[in-house]
């Protein structure tokens, strides 16, 4: 059966934004329970991801790579390599993991009180 293409490469924009996002937004010196929480957090997103294809596809990838979650910077740098592998199956150009820190934002401001726990 033909997949939708459109679909599918609008479904995966929407997710690497949110997944990067995630990232970028949390603690620099999470607790234990929350570094629990982005690791289950990562598993499920494989698990659940609505592609098929793609699911098994990065499943193959996260066993390879198993999530970084002991800090904001490890846990962004692990996904945007992740997010490299997917772009490399899919000969896609490479994104500079040096620029990450800057690239996703939450849009939610100076409210560092209010960081996701
Ligand atoms: P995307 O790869 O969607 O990236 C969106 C934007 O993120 C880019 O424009 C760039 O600004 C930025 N970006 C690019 N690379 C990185 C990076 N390494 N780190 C941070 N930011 C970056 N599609 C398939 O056809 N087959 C698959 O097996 C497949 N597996 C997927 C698995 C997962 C978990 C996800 C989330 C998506 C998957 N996709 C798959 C979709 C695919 O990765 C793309 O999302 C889709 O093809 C649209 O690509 P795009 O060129 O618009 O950019």
Redo the contacts with the bound molecule.
Sequence with gaps: KLGNETA??EL??A???L??TTMARFPDKPSTEESAALKSYIHLF?RL?P?G??SQ??RKIIDKYPPQVSSRSTAAAW??HV??E??K??H?E??D?AN?GD?YDCGCADDEATEPK
């Design positions: 599918k490469a995966g924009r997710a690497w934004k997944l990067h494989q991801y592609c294809e793609c596809h990065f996904a945007c997010h490299n997917v772009n199956s899919l896609k490479l994104f993991c990450i690239f």
